[in-house]
T-cell receptor, first 115, second 114 residues
Framework: DGGITQSPKYLFRKEGQNVTLSCEQN?????MYWYRQDPGQGLRLIYY???????QKGDIAEGYSVSREKKESFPLTVTSAQKNPTAFYLC??????????????FGSGTQLSVL | AQSVTQPDIHITVSEGASLELRCNYS??????LFWYVQSPGQGLQLLLK??????LVQGIKGFEAEFKRSQSSFNLRKPSVHWSDAAEYFC????????????FGTGTRLQVTL
């Protein structure tokens, strides 16, 4: 089945530690996105990539880094510079459908907590 | 400033009752409008979208939404709620451009009582 796989489902980070969240898609989508979700808030865009080997900062990129070496993969690293990393992280990919426009597909998320 | 507002943080309805979730936007022009649903611990699923044309949009799972330009609103409705509809619902808007410009509301959590 085609889809977006995020792993792990739950992740714990110690103070000063970098952690990497995995996002893999087999939908052959060009564009991929990382969102952060906090309770009572909407989704906020961290980084996005519209093509391999290129990515752009979103609204809250500070303390995060990404890479896009393969079309299928868009890992997110939460660095020690991110002082409040506890959140639910969602990865998405998108495709432009003729007469419909761009359609987002979401993974099932990773809950990151600080020990 | 451009924004999207969901005034209701939490709504409780009885199973079988009708539902309306509110969404208001503040943009200089009519944006593209979306409703997404999120089950606990899961990603978002698109329910429906409005680009242009008929202001009453039908979506999946029996949901519909009506675009009202005069009220800058895009409220989500369902005639009869099922217990499985309990989830969080997000309104989202984008004026132009790609999904990277999508702005999400803060969400409305729907609880369904039996």
């Amino acid at each position: 089945d085609g889809g977006i796989t995020q792993s792990p489902k739950y992740l714990f980070r110690k103070e000063g530690q970098n952690v990497t969240l995995s996002c893999e898609q087999n939908l052959n989508h060009d564009a991929m996105y990382w969102y952060r979700q906090d309770p009572g808030q909407g989704l906020r865009l961290i980084y996005y990539s519209q093509i391999v080997n290129d990515f752009q900062k979103g609204d809250i990129a500070e303390g995060y880094s990404v890479s896009r070496e393969k079309k299928e993969s868009f890992p997110l690293t939460v660095t020690s510079a991110q002082k409040n990393p506890t959140a639910f992280y969602l990865c998405a990919s998108s495709i432009v459908v003729p007469t419909y426009g761009e359609k987002l597909f979401f993974g099932s998320g990773t809950q990151l907590s600080v020990l | 400033a451009q924004s999207v507002t969901q005034p209701d943080i939490h709504i409780t309805v009885s199973e079988g009752a009708s539902l309306e979730l509110r969404c208001n936007y503040s943009y200089g022009a009519t944006p593209y409008l979306f409703w997404y649903v999120q089950s606990p611990g899961q990603g978002l699923q698109l329910l429906l979208k409005y680009f242009s044309g008929d202001t009453l949009v039908q979506g999946i799972k029996g949901f519909e939404a009506e675009f009202k330009r005069s009220q800058s609103s895009f409220n989500l409705r369902k005639p009869s709620v099922h217990w499985s509809d309990a989830a969080e619902y997000f309104c989202a808007v984008v004026l132009t451009g790609t999904a990277s410009k999508l702005t999400f509301g803060t969400g409305t959590r729907l609880q369904v009582t039996l």
